[in-house]
């Protein structure tokens, strides 16, 4: 179980240009999260994947915002004509819903978050 | 609207002692509840959960308490050691949800 690997693990950017991290899950978690955490905050969620499908966006993930799971397996996530106020931590996460289950209790899964400044 | 709160920002506590964090949350359809640590530059890693039909659960120096009539939970860590400084977050999943709210965390300090 190598766990949930995001890159890169910092960006620093101008406003104005675009980026795009990636998250990589537990081999065989079937689904993806995208938070975004700022300072004295928690985790707060941008959108979620059940395999290749993205089935939850936030209101929080702006058209600049896209993310993509073609192949059901890694993540990215793309912001588009970056601003200061995107300056965050932008965190992955994964865990497993077994066959039909619409719903299911198990924890998600981490990883160490791309920490992107917008100067 | 904070629909999970974490009241208290910071918590000291004594080497072998307990540390008692609480959290309130509004939203009467959440049924599941999990506790995160966090270290700095660290992503969040989970602890212990527990569901709405039960309220208690105990692992290790890990005990949730779930009180749904007040719409709260507490971790009790005993006893207590350096290690478990961190950042700690409760956060709720509503019933047949997929999402996580989190509160805002309560920072730990546990002096030897």
């Known amino acids: 179980d190598t766990g949930v690997s995001q890159d890169p693990r910092h960006k620093i950017t101008k406003r104005g240009q675009n980026v795009t991290f990636r998250c990589d899950p537990i081999?065989?978690?079937?689904?993806l999260y995208w938070y975004r955490q700022t300072l004295g905050q928690g985790p707060e969620f941008l959108t979620y994947?059940?395999?290749?499908?993205?089935?939850?966006k936030s209101r929080l993930l702006s058209d600049r915002f896209s993310a993509e799971r073609p192949k059901g397996s890694f993540s990215t996530l793309e912001i588009q004509r970056t601003e200061q106020g995107d300056s965050a931590m932008y965190l992955c996460?994964?865990?497993?819903?077994?066959?039909?289950?619409?719903?299911?209790?198990?924890?998600?899964?981490f990883g160490n978050g791309t920490r992107l400044t917008v100067t | 609207d904070q629909q999970v709160k974490q009241n208290s920002p910071s918590l000291s506590v004594q080497e072998g002692r307990i540390s008692i964090l609480n959290c309130d949350y509004t939203?009467?359809?959440?049924?599941?509840f999990l506790w995160y640590k966090k270290y700095p530059a660290e992503g969040p890693t989970f602890l212990i959960s527990?569901?709405?039909?039960?309220d208690k659960n105990e692992d290790g120096r890990f005990t949730v308490f779930l009180n749904k009539s007040a719409k709260h939970l507490s971790l009790h860590i005993v006893p207590s050691q350096p290690g478990d400084s961190a950042v700690y977050f409760c956060?709720?999943?509503?019933?047949?949800?997929?999402?996580?709210?989190f509160g805002g965390g309560t920072r730990v300090l546990v002096k030897p």
């Open positions: 996460a994964s865990s497993f819903l077994p066959g039909q289950a619409f719903s299911y209790n198990s924890p998600l899964h």
């Open positions: 081999s065989e978690h079937n689904r």
């Open positions: 994947f059940q395999n290749e499908a993205q089935l939850e």
């Open positions: 939203n009467s359809m959440f049924d599941y």
């Open positions: 527990i569901s709405s039909i039960k």
């Open positions: 956060a709720a999943r509503k019933a047949a949800g997929n999402k996580l709210t």
